[in-house]
Every structure is written in structure tokens, then in C-alpha cells.
């Protein structure tokens, strides 16, 4: 309680909970746009700004330099700088707007079209507020419902849903909430080592924290993903999930702000409806968080191995045989604890990384073998450089005495990913026998040939949480969370619709049908996917949504997938939120 006490403590003198004014929120009228009599003229900005100590930001898109538009004239040397950068999480980050998924910026000011091309806000946020405590969050809420315009909450916009940008949208940017604590925590339901961080810490700054106290926690292979953002709130994978669960199953409190102004910290024994939906039930549309506290767990020697089987010199039939019998070991080796990631493109397979923290070099060796013995008995030559000519298959492995150590030398950065993409979990039993991992194969196979390519991050999270949430309870009986993508097209945008399309209508199924339990990612999936309530919440989605109703009585928040989402709309033209009538 001490520690509850403290957080109480700090909150400076706020605009009290009942001073948010809903007179003109009604759910039934569509959010203001800058065109509309009812958006704020510039002074009603100005004084806002006031009130948020001048943090107000008006968006100038980050591709204005490389056009000539309002923003100013084109400018090739930073224009350059620009895109010799684009595919970096931190260009995109950086911005108070601009989201990463490249579809939501409707090809305005992309870096990659002429310079005579449009540059104008449009489907990005029209201003943000730099927040740096709970009374920016306060003041933002209640400005965006006085003025009845679309809240979008921003902290490093990586959504693929562009849950975190909107036409029209007055973005609450959490970015900078970077603190972060080492706490002892003491409650019934946990006791042991704990952070404590702001909205705005990504996963490498965690764990980078946790590694100098000698603690882990649960981060992603994304280490430029918001940790206490849409990561963790929508469920969160990584690189030790096998071992310790997920994201969201570490989470014991949860510090928010809600839509009716009110400061709230949610924990498996106070608010716990609000603490069971935000820990899995997905980012941006039950409150807004400040902070978040996490279990930690003692550091430990952790190996680590990368696997490349190319088709050079060999049959497609015999490349996709070796993947099958690699694919086939993945339940050995998710249940040591750890986690495997994948690419699967046509002609390439990529498993990188493989980490397994607490699991010897000797005997991750030893879970890899059948795959390598197989690889010898049907003469396709491995080595450790693609420098051996004839080489089709390269191999490393390594022991760390530290996670932190295995993590940096085996995991690359993820970039941008400029794909359309779609997403499945597969359930386990589809590897357990070869004649469904031959089917499965086959799917992957039929994918890679239609032009996509396939991630999987593997995983066995069975053993769940110690404390219900709200995690789509399919993760805890599937082995992978597939992925596939269809590269985004930055010159032809209808290019991209047909993508989507195949996609959904044609790719997809090819593994739904494969799957007795319809489950996918929900952070990681295809933004028109079909029943998204029972594919992306499993059988919480109606208990989520009147938790979103309490909490958010004036559906203030939304975001495209989002648990209340389905009763908005947003017009493809204007760009216009609306209620579904
Ligand atoms: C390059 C890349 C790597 C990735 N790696 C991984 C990975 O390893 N593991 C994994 O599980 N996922 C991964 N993801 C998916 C990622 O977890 C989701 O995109 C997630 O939504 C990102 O959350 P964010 O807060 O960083 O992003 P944002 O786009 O800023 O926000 C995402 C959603 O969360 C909401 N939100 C953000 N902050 C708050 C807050 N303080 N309070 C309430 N709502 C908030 C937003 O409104 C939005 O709805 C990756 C994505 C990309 C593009
Ligand atoms: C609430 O907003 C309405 C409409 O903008 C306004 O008329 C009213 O005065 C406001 N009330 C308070 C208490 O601020
Ligand atoms: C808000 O105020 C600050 C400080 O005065 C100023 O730098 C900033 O440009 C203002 N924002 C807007 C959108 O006017
Ligand atoms: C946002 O605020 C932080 C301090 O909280 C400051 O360091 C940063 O420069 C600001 N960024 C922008 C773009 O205003
Ligand atoms: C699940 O929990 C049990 C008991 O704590 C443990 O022995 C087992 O290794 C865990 N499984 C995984 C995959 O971590
Ligand atoms: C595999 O890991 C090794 C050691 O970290 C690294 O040198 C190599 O580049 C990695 N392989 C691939 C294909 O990235
Ligand atoms: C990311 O992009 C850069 C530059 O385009 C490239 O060099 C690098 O290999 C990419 N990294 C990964 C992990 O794909
Ligand atoms: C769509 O899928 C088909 C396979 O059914 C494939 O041949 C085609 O190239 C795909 N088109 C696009 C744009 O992805
Ligand atoms: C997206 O861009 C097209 C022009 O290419 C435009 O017609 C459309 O209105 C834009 N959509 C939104 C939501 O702004």
C-alpha cells in the first residue's frame, strides 16, 4: 500500500476527475475535422497550448523535404539524409506523427515519390501534445472531448493498424515518459524484484536496465517497440516469453488516466476488471497509461543459434523437406524455454534468432541436431560463411553468460516493415505430426509462391500467468505467430489495396483452414481481418468491450481493431470517425 500511497503523492494539482466537460461528446456525432465550423480556431489552439505548457506540436510530415508543398521546398540533400534512413523504427519515432506503417500516410509526402508529388497532413494527426506528466494526459482528454475531435494515442508508432495516427486526430505523444525504476515489490500476488516504467520506455531501454541490475525482463525481438505501450497492453512476444510467459503476463500494475479524468492504478487485486483487460486485451481504448510495473527475473547464461537453409544448389521439393523437419523439432525446442524466429521467403530460410536463455550451448546443440544430421544425409553442405561456394546452409551457435549478451549478438535490428500483412497463430498440434506439418508446409509453400514471405516467431506460452488477463486465450495452445507479407508498394497505392485483398481473401485462409481454433496476433495480423472480435480476442472480445465501456464511457479512444471499434467507422474519403449508424 506505501508504494500506492507514494503515486498519490505525486500527482500534482490536477484539473479534478468532474471538471471534464462531455457536454458536446455524444456517441452519436462524428469527430470534428479542420474544415468543420466546430474544429477550434487558432486562438482556442493557443490557449490550449497554454495549458500544456506550450508542448502543442503542429504536425509538419516528415516527408515535407522531400517535396515542395506548404511546408517549404524541396530539398535534396535532406531529402537523402531522409531516405538513406527510412527504413529505421528510430526515423519514424522521433516524429510526433508519423507512423510506420506506410498505408496510413495515404501517399502523402512519401520520401520515395517526386518531389512535385502531395505533401499535405491528411490522414496524419493535425497537432500532438509532447506529454510529460498526468496533467498533459488530463488536458489533452478534455480538449479533444470539448471540441468533440479524434484522441489518438501516440508513443513510438509502430502500429500496423495505424492505431496510433487518424485524420483529423489530436495525438496525446507519450515518447518521453523515459522513467524508469527498480522497485521491491510486495503483494500478495507477487513478491521479488519489479520495474517500474513510463509510457514513453522502449523495450532495449528496459532490458538494457534490467541487465545492469542483473534482472531480465519480458521485451521483444522489436528492441525500438514502447514496452508499457501497445506491446505490452496487446500481449507482447520476445525472446524469453517460452521461458517466463508473455509481456502481459509479467504486468502487475497498470497506471492510467481515463477519459473521465480519473487516476487510477490497476493491479490483479484493486481495478483488476481494468487490470485483466489492459494486460492483453490490446493498446489504445481502455484508458491511457502512465506507467507500468513488471515482474523481473535473475539474469542467466543463455545461448543463442541462427540457422540459414537457402535453395542454392538444391530442389524446392528438398528445400521446403528441410524446413519441414526443422519445423517438425520446434515443440523440443520451445519447451527448454526457448523462443525461435523465422523467415520463410521463397528460397531462403532464415531462423534467426534462436535464443535459449538458461539452456547450455550443449544442449541447444542437441536439440538442433536432428535438423543438421538430416541436412548431411541428404548432402546439402552447411557451414559458417556464405563465403563457401556450394554452401546452401550456414549454421552458428554461441553461449553468453549473460541474456543481454546472446540477445545483442543474435538478434539484427528489425526494420520498418513495408509489407502488407496478414497474421495466424498456428496451433501446435499442426507440428506434432508429420502429415500436418506436411499440409502446413504446403500452405507456406503456396504463400512464398504467391509472392509473400512468412515470419514465425515460436513459442510455448502454455503455462500462462500466474494472475488471469486478457491475452487471446488461442496463444496458450498455439506454437507459432505467423506473419506474412506482400512488400508495399510506395508508387502505385491501388498496388496495395489488391495486396490486402489477396491477403485476406486468398493467402490467409490457406492457413485458417489448417486451424480448428481461429486465433491471430492481435498486433500483428491484417487490419481488415474478417471477425477480428473472435480471431483477435478469442472468447473475451464481449467482456473486453464492456470494460471498455465503463472505463470509456464516451468511446473517446479508438483505434482500427480495437475492442469498441466496431462501433466507428472512418469514411475512405474524408478520413471521418464516425459512430456506425
Ligand atoms: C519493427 C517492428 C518490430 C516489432 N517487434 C515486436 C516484437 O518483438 N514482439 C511483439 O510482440 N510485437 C512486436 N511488434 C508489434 C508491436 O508490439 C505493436 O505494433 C505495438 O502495438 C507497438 O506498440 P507501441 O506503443 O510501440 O506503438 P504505437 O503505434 O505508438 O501504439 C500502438 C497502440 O498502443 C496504443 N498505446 C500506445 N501507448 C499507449 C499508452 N500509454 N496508453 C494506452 N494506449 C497506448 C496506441 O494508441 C495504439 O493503439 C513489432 C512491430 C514492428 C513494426
Ligand atoms: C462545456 O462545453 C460546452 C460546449 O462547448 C460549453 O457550452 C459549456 O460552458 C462547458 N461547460 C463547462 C463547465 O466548461
Ligand atoms: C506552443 O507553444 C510553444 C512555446 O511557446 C511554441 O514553441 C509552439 O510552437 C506552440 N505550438 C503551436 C502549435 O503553436
Ligand atoms: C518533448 O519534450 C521533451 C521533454 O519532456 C523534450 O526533451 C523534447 O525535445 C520535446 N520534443 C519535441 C519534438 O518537442
Ligand atoms: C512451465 O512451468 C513448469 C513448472 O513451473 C516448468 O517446469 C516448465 O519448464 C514451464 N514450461 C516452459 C515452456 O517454460
Ligand atoms: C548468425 O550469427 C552469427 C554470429 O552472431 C553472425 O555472424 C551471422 O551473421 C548470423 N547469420 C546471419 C545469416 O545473419
Ligand atoms: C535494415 O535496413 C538496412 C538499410 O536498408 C539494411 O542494411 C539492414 O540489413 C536491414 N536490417 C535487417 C535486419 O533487415
Ligand atoms: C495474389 O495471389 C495470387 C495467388 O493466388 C498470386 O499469383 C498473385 O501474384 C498475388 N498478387 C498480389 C498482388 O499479391
Ligand atoms: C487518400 O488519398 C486519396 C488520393 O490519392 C484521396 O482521394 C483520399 O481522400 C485520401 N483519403 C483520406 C482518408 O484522406
Not at 547 to 576: C, E, H, M, Q
Amino acid at each position: 500500500m506505501a508504494r500506492l500511497i507514494s503515486f498519490l503523492a505525486i500527482l500534482p494539482a490536477l484539473v479534478s476527475a468532474a471538471a471534464i466537460n462531455t457536454t458536446c461528446v455524444t456517441e452519436s456525432s462524428c469527430r470534428c475535422l479542420p474544415s468543420d465550423p466546430c474544429w477550434p480556431s487558432k486562438s482556442e489552439w493557443t490557449a490550449f497550448n497554454k495549458t500544456v505548457g506550450g508542448r502543442l506540436i503542429a504536425t509538419v510530415p516528415i516527408g515535407s523535404v522531400c517535396h515542395d508543398s506548404a511546408f517549404g521546398s524541396y530539398n535534396a540533400q535532406k531529402c537523402d539524409a531522409l531516405k538513406s534512413v527510412w527504413d529505421y523504427p528510430a526515423t519514424h519515432i522521433a516524429s510526433s506523427s508519423d507512423p510506420m506503417a506506410p498505408f496510413f500516410a495515404n501517399v502523402s509526402c512519401d520520401p520515395f515519390t517526386a518531389p512535385s508529388a502531395r505533401c499535405i497532413v491528411g490522414t496524419l494527426v493535425q497537432y500532438s501534445v509532447n506529454a510529460s506528466s498526468s496533467s498533459d494526459y488530463l488536458a489533452t482528454i478534455k480538449f479533444a472531448q470539448q471540441n468533440n475531435i479524434r484522441l489518438v494515442i501516440r508513443n513510438t508508432g509502430h502500429d500496423y493498424y495505424g492505431k496510433s495516427s487518424g485524420t483529423g486526430g489530436l495525438a496525446l505523444w507519450t515518447h518521453f515518459l523515459k522513467d524508469i525504476s527498480l522497485v521491491n515489490y510486495k503483494q500478495s500476488y507477487y513478491t521479488g524484484k519489479a520495474l517500474k516504467v513510463g509510457a514513453g520506455v522502449q523495450n532495449s531501454e528496459a532490458l538494457a536496465f534490467a541487465h545492469k541490475n542483473g534482472l531480465i525482463v519480458v521485451t521483444g525481438d522489436g528492441g525500438s517497440v514502447g514496452y508499457a505501450g501497445g506491446y505490452s497492453q496487446g500481449g507482447g512476444h520476445g525472446p524469453v516469453a517460452s521461458k517466463f510467459g508473455m509481456a502481459a503476463d509479467q504486468v502487475l500494475e497498470w497506471e492510467v488516466i481515463t477519459s473521465t479524468g480519473q487516476h487510477l492504478v490497476a493491479t490483479p487485486s484493486q481495478n483488476t476488471d481494468l487490470y485483466w483487460a489492459l494486460s492483453g486485451g490490446g493498446g489504445g481504448t481502455y484508458a491511457a497509461v502512465l506507467s507500468m510495473t513488471v515482474r523481473a527475473f535473475a539474469d542467466m547464461p543463455s545461448s543463442a543459434a541462427n540457422l540459414t537453409i537457402t535453395n542454392q544448389g538444391i530442389s524446392d521439393d528438398a528445400f521446403y523437406a528441410a524446413v519441414q523437419t526443422f519445423l517438425t523439432t520446434l515443440p523440443s525446442i520451445v519447451d527448454t524455454g526457448a523462443t525461435v524466429v523465422y523467415l520463410l521467403a521463397y528460397g531462403l530460410f532464415l531462423v534467426q534468432p534462436i535464443n535459449a536463455p538458461g539452456v547450455s550451448k550443449a544442449q541447444l546443440q542437441t536439440l538442433l541436431n536432428p535438423t543438421l544430421s538430416y541436412l548431411q544425409k541428404q548432402n546439402i553442405p552447411y557451414g559458417k560463411s556464405s563465403a563457401l561456394a556450394l554452401v546452401s546452409a550456414y549454421f552458428h551457435i554461441d553461449q553468453f553468460s549473460t541474456f543481454l549478451d546472446s540477445f545483442n549478438a543474435y538478434n539484427p535490428p528489425p526494420n520498418v516493415t513495408e509489407y502488407n500483412i496478414g497474421g495466424r497463430l498456428i496451433p501446435r498440434t499442426l507440428l506434432e505430426s508429420q502429415s500436418s506439418a506436411t499440409s502446413l508446409v504446403n500452405a507456406y509453400r503456396f504463400i512464398n509462391e504467391a509472392g509473400a514471405v512468412i515470419s514465425g516467431v515460436n513459442v510455448n506460452v502454455s503455462n500462462g500467468t500466474k494472475v488471469p488477463n486478457a491475452v487471446n486465450p488461442v496463444w496458450r495452445t498455439s506454437i507459432t505467430s505467423n506473419v506474412i507479407g506482400v512488400p508495399y508498394d510506395p508508387l502505385n497505392f491501388q498496388n496495395n489495396i489488391y495486396a490486402q485483398n489477396n491477403v485476406t481473401n486468398v493467402l490467409i485462409p490457406k492457413l485458417e483452414a489448417l486451424s480448428p481454433v481461429q486465433g491471430a496476433y492481435l498486433n500483428e495480423a491484417n487490419m481488415h481481418q474478417p471477425n477480428f472480435q473472435s480471431v483477435f480476442y478469442g472468447n473475451n472480445y464481449q467482456t473486453l468491450k464492456s470494460i471498455k465501456n465503463k472505463y470509456d464511457p464516451t468511446s473517446t479512444f479508438y483505434g482500427l481493431t480495437a475492442v469498441g471499434s466496431d462501433d466507428w467507422t472512418v469514411d475512405s474519403v474524408t478520413g471521418r470517425l464516425c459512430p456506425v449508424s
